[in-house]
Each structure stands twice: as structure tokens, then as C-alpha cells.
């Protein structure tokens, strides 16, 4: 004979064990110790850039490239004190083909750096400057700090120039990613008409 405390009881304990089970699961998941890392990418902005000026109102036309750093896959899981690193420079070679003119690790602007911390929280996008061009033909690239062994500015005329990138935070560190920029040194200020002389390219690469 079934003892009818005994039956009573049973769905309350069974919630109470249930209950504590889901309570360690969450906290299992929760813990950063065994929280899914996040998963960094790196795409452009805008093909056009963005419209600016050099040296205020009176200065000269410009325009700025920026490359998003993303989390959308996994927003819940932020890569803290993150940046964007330059790992190598490469133009082309006699033959046409690039080839490496600077090797290093230096990392790259935030959009706004004057007024943004040195690193980021990646949950939200945060954007990441990458180059700049002028009305009078030049085009510069933006790292943080330029080392004297590193050309990061074409004065004018064309230039074609390969960066390799990767983002990195305390948690993960994404995929290399490959900004190829193709500058023909023409200036002209509409959106679409700027679109045909600077180009860039941006696409995972395997491991350097």
C-alpha cells in the first residue's frame, strides 16, 4: 500500500530537485570560467567612407574608411580590452604581386580616438579607422602610432596596399582578416564618383 505522505510529497520534491539543478546549470553557464568565447569579425563600413574635413571648416575635403568590429554572433559573451591590431604591410612587388614591406604589431585607431578609450568592450559594434584620403591626392593609413620603419602615407598618386589585421581581447582573438586598398589618387566629393577610385577589399585569411 503506497504510503499517501509519501505521494504527497513527490511533486515537491521533484520540483525542489529540478529547481536546483536549473540553478547550477545557470550558474554553470554564467561563470566566465565556462562562458562560450566570442566571436570576433571585421568588415567595412561604408564602401564610400565618411565625408570630413581636414583642419576644420575652412580645411580640406576628406574622406574616412572604417572597419566594424563585430559581435553579433555571441553579443551575450563581450570581449573585453579589445583592439585591433596591424600585423603586416604589404605592397606590390615588380612582378605585381604583394609582398611584405612592414612586419610588426601595432594597433590601429578607434573612430573618435581622442575621446575613446585606448581598448573596448566588443558586445555592441564598435568601428575601427583604417585609412583616409584628400582632395589634393593623398591617402593615409591610421595606426595608433607609426614606426619610423612603417611608410603610412602616400603624399600623392596611386597606391595600392594590403594590411593584415586581427582583433584581440581578453577572452578570444578573431580570425586574421586582409583590408586590400586600391587608391588611384583621384579626388572627386559625390558618394558614388568616389567609389571608383578607392576601393577596399576585406576578407578572412588563414593563419600568416
Not at 67 to 94: C, I, K, M
Request: charged residues 25%.
Amino acid at each position: 500500500m503506497t504510503d499517501s505522505n509519501t505521494v504527497s510529497y513527490l511533486p515537491l520534491l521533484i520540483a525542489v530537485v529540478c529547481g536546483g539543478l536549473g540553478g547550477a546549470i545557470f550558474t554553470w553557464f554564467t561563470n566566465r570560467k565556462f562562458r562560450l568565447p566570442p566571436v570576433l569579425t571585421l568588415a567595412l563600413v561604408r564602401d564610400e567612407g565618411e565625408r570630413g574635413r581636414i583642419g576644420g571648416p575652412t580645411g580640406e575635403n576628406a574622406r574616412y574608411y572604417h572597419l566594424r568590429v563585430s559581435n553579433s554572433r555571441r553579443r551575450w559573451s563581450p570581449a573585453t580590452d579589445a583592439q585591433v591590431f596591424l600585423t603586416r604591410l604589404e605592397e606590390p612587388g615588380p612582378n605585381g604581386v604583394f609582398q611584405a614591406v612592414w612586419v610588426g604589431d601595432i594597433p590601429m585607431r578607434w573612430r573618435n580616438q581622442e575621446s575613446s578609450p585606448l581598448t573596448r568592450t566588443i558586445g555592441a559594434n564598435a568601428d575601427s579607422d583604417v585609412c583616409s584620403v584628400g582632395e589634393k591626392g593623398w591617402m593615409r593609413l591610421m595606426p595608433l602610432i607609426t614606426p619610423f620603419s612603417m611608410v603610412a602615407e602616400k603624399k600623392t598618386g596611386p597606391w595600392r596596399v594590403a594590411l593584415l589585421l586581427q582583433v584581440r581581447s581578453a577572452q578570444a582573438d578573431s580570425p586574421f582578416f586582409r583590408a586590400e586598398i586600391s587608391w588611384d589618387g583621384v579626388w572627386e566629393a559625390g558618394d558614388t564618383e568616389i567609389k571608383r577610385h578607392l576601393k577596399i577589399k576585406v576578407t578572412q585569411e588563414e593563419e600568416p
